[in-house]
């Protein structure tokens, strides 16, 4: 039997969101990495100029982070175990949220083709 897609039933929010905290979690501009093995510590995030925002080579629609500023979006992914709770140093990813499969990664991350 496969494995079940999205087993802790995330929302399309919070999906949305893990997945542009994975995406920061790559970027040494963001994150750095975690005490836990395979975690990241997120320390900024980025802010959107008009309609979207870049993340390395991706570009973001603005659209798509309005849980990145969601405190409840926030609560969620800490109470699933997918974050940490924020600290003056920023907020750690856990190994289960870096490794959760969101599905959304070529859908909300839009590279160029040139």
């Not at 399309?12 to 093995?37: C, M, V």
């Not at 390395?56 to 800490?78: F, K, Y």
């Amino acid at each position: 039997m496969p494995a079940k897609r999205n087993p802790l039933n995330l929302n399309p929010l919070q999906l949305k969101t893990l997945t542009l905290l994975q995406a920061l979690a790559q970027l040494p501009d963001y994150a750095r990495p975690g005490e836990e093995t395979g975690s990241a510590v997120i320390a900024a995030l980025p802010d959107p100029h008009g309609d979207h925002f870049h993340l390395g080579d991706a570009v973001v629609a603005a659209r798509d982070a309005t849980g990145l500023r969601n405190p409840a979006v926030w609560a969620a992914l800490a109470r699933k175990g997918l974050v940490g709770e924020p600290s003056p140093q920023g907020v750690v990813l856990t190994s289960l949220g870096c490794q959760y499969d969101t599905g959304l990664r070529d859908t909300i991350l839009h590279r160029s083709s040139h």
